[in-house]
């Protein structure tokens, strides 16, 4: 049998000045001649950073997988790319995503590399770095970081960013002191990892599973777990295996994997955030998903994971519990999924999950005995966001999902913060706050701001959730009724941005209605007067972000990176 050629060897395998070249600046580090004669060179894409406190353990988790790769007899080179630290960076992580994507991309494709392993852990690290290698198309296994131990505070279980939000609002209501503020923040993130509620981190290393491109276990072992290195180690192995059998992403993505990942998502109770990250993922391979397929699949389907923030457990508890595998085999058992989906490990997504069992059923319910019923990701559309925004009814209050109440606008995210905790603006349990130009290109980069604080005057009187609407994200640890990425975004033209206090607003989760009760002729004179706001920035990165995103619907990509170019070797000039 012949072997097939390697895309490496188009660099080492050359007898002249520039295969001396290539192979002679690696060898400075003891690499023999026989490294470079017909072994898989693997690539470990590698997020570390200091600055991103969720992937602080990387370097221990890329010497496992380089040693996997050895065990296999492949090439290992680490290379690191640009690292997304949603808890550092300003104005959002969420802008840089798609930049990270193109170092990942470009990275990959320059380089003499045969097939990758994408380590990846806090919330944009995934999507950017499935974007990224989507594009190229070469054999990818994704290795998450996994969650951190459960945080304990005063004797209680305490989840990254839920209980955040649950107390500083308990913080601006008088109801803790900021000496006990203090506390509870080195009691929250006790070990490394990212956090470990359902937040996006936890939701796009469910969806890495989901889709194929982890191993089994991948989303729930924790970060410390030594089970973590082990799976790193074996994710090493395999992807020399995928490699020589020329299995590049694209096999594994297909349609049935994202419609697969969609699900999973609605019984994993999982981050809105997934919505645009799966589409942009899909996208940069041509798989046209969109905001109805989320709404299609979506629909009917009950949370089975009792996790913060839907719940009261974290993802240690979800490990400890059986993890997504007994997610997945539930879901398969009722024929929710398409089972003969491929895997990175060769088999398929039903195989690796068919024997899986529960051992915790209040962690992981069943789809006869959810933890929630109708929690999958909801579409709202009308004519406040025509071209569709998005709820999470599992974390929302259930008797406002029919909702109809007075706007209460804030222009901007400094408005909000400059207004919001005046007891003299005029809210109350009725009202439905409003918040522009956070989307895309207003804030720019989307932040996560759509679940607004609510003002210290209706927290004192008990009031913890009010119907929100807004062109922004928010974050997957976080709670209430938060409609979010309208489309198209204020700073578009959207509707969003004619919304003006006192107006009436209708929301029907159940009929999938978002709609601004204000008449055409009195809308089309507020469009007239409207004018777009200033440009954020004239030159650099964040000017060809603006001048190129794509609204939320469509996954917030920038528009020339939709589609993939193959991993074509870069011209040699020499």
Known sequence: MTRRKLRSEAWFARQDKMGFYYRSWLKNRGFPQDQFEGRPVIGICNTWSELTPCNSHFRTIAEHVRYGVLD????????????LGETMMRPTAMLFRNLASMDVEEAIRANPLDGVVLLMGCDKTTPSLLMGAASVDLPTIGVSGGPMLRGIHCGNPIGSGTNTISMSEQLRSGQITLA???EAEADMHRSHGHCMTMGTASTMACMVEALGVGL??????PAVDARRNLLAREAG???????RDDVPLSRILKREAFENAIRVNAGIGGSTNAVVHLIAIA????????LDDWDRLGQGLSCLVNLMPSGRYLMEDFFEAGGLPVVIRELAEQGLLHGDALTVNGKSLGENNAGAKCWKPDVIGTVDKPFKRDAGIAVLRGNLA??????KPSAASPDLLQHTGRAVVFESIEDLHARINDDALDIDEHSVMVLKYCGPKGYPGMAEVGNMPLPPKLLKRGITDIVRISDARMSGTAYGTVVLHAAPEAAAGGTLALVENGDTIVLD????KLHLDVDDATLARRRAAWQPPAPHADRGYVKLYIDHVLQADRGADLDFLVGGSGSRVPRDNH
């Open 386 to 391: 025509p071209d569709g925004a998005i709820i």
């Open 283 to 290: 996208r940069r391979l041509g798989v046209d998903l969109s």
């Open 509 to 512: 989760v159940p009929a999938r």
């Open 237 to 243: 192995r395999r992807i020399v295996d995928l490699v």
């Open 180 to 182: 006990e503020f203090h």
């Open 72 to 83: 296999a007899g492949g090439f290992p080179l680490e290379f690191p790319v640009l690292s």
């Open 216 to 221: 089994p276990g991948n989303a729930a072992i």
